[in-house]
């Protein structure tokens, strides 16, 4: 499956760093992030629909060269395997027997098993938490406080929210120009340095404000990784309005601090 | 020793405590007096700080007993302690809810109900030490058994583990089991501090995935 983003770009876009997903999501939340997105009722999934955009996500992020998972391509497998099973007519001879499950039972199953805890993890969360709202005298240095928010209510965004975000600015790009092949020189180093002095100068920065109407194609994509770069080493927080808002960019982390990490684990 | 004055020196011992202060531990130190009054003059502590309107109050957290602030006056606390650390993330949060509910548990129980690799979330929850290795499960390949820690019921200020919002649906798949688990060596409960646990190397080898331990239904229906 083509995604329409990258139809242009083919191969030779060859990105500097393999950006490791390890820490980010798997393929479950990316279903449960597709269907509350499409607003689909769980348990009468259309796996046609699913199945295709779900496939496009994974494109994309192949696309990107973030390291896909294997169980992100299991999970893809299993999405066809479903949908040719769907396809298939209920055979009549069978009838009398048991009634066969529906293809998708087990999927769901395990769909809604993690939904429950997910729910269960905001419900931890949302308590008051030590260092967050309750204090005691000091004897944790390194605890789970965070800096006030004013988007706290709405939380964190998921890799997914970003791939969205970040597709949204590629469409919007103008229609295929020459594109100027300027030497400059992009490297994913050097865009977070450049995103981390903007962060260390204000309080907070914009997802949009990362890119302009003349951002290259490929720029954006740098940029992209190294926000997924900074994500990965926590030298920045992501959070999102409301569901499929304005997403913004904190850093817990101080000029000082944060140019130490970069040098040290940035190669 | 009349109760108000025990009531100071409890006062006095769960100030100077780091970590929230065990009845065992006040009765190791007060002698003589039993956990029913204890309990009794901790109860009667807690009701006189919420008449009293005080910044801080005594609360029942990870089986101990603490002094914390208000959650009304947060605001002006991080004010004053500028506190950057970072939070957690959705997955390590979620990792974390598992483990909490369905301990003791090995990481193959964690990756199938999350379908995706845990071990670089299993190792930052394990430095955060909200997690702790509590044995390994007596199946071929030995894999590790997790488990929360106390600095977990502490920063989600629950009182112990049955503290825990209650996880629908869930009971009707039985308590935890805890059969076949081997235990590491006792720990210092008695102190009621968390010991730095250094994740044994291999915590994160491959190679305990390998093991099936039980007849659990594959991964997939492929």
Redesign the interface.
Known sequence: MESPLFYREPEQMELPLKVRL????????LLLYLIKKNEIDIYDIPISVITQQYLEYLEMMKNLNLDV?G?FL??A??LL?IKSKMLLPATEEEEGEKEEEDPRA?LVR?LL??Q??????Q???K??????????????G???????REEKVSG?V?LFDLLEAMKKVLEALPEEEFQEISAEHLNIKDKILHIMERLWEGDSMLFSDLYTASTSRREIVVTFLALLELLRL?MI?VYQGETFGTIRIFS???PEEGRKTIEERIP | MEDAQLKEVLEALIFVS??PLTLDRMKEVLGGVSKRDLQRLLAEMMEEDRKSGRGIHL?EVAEGF??????EH??W??RL?K????????????T???I??RQPVVRMDIER?????S???LR?LLE??LIKIIGKKDVPGKPLVYGTSK?FL????LKDLAD??T????ESLGPPSTEGLLPLEEEGQTTGEEKPEEPPPGADEPEERNHEPTAEAP????
Do not use: C, W
């Not at chain 2, 603490?66 to 959650?71: A, K, S, V």
């Not at chain 2, 502490?154 to 200020?157: D, K, L, N, P």
């Open positions: 390890e820490t980010f999501e798997g393929p479950l939340d998972a169980e299991l999970m497998a299993t395997h087990e395990r098993e993690y429950r805890f997910k729910e269960a993890a419900q931890l969360v308590g008051p938490l030590l260092d967050r709202e309750v204090f005691v005298r000091s004897f944790f390194d605890s789970l406080a965070e800096k006030e964190e998921t926590r927080r817990p982390v101080g | 780091e970590t609360v603490q002094f914390r602030t208000r959650p947060a605001d606390v991080r302690k506190t950057k650390s970072t939070a957690l993330s959705q997955p390590s949060l979620e974390l809810a598992i909490a509910y109900i999350r379908g995706v690799d071990g670089g979330v930052n955060k030490k600095k502490e920063v989600f200020g825990l919002p996880l629908k649906d869930l991964k997939d229906p492929l």
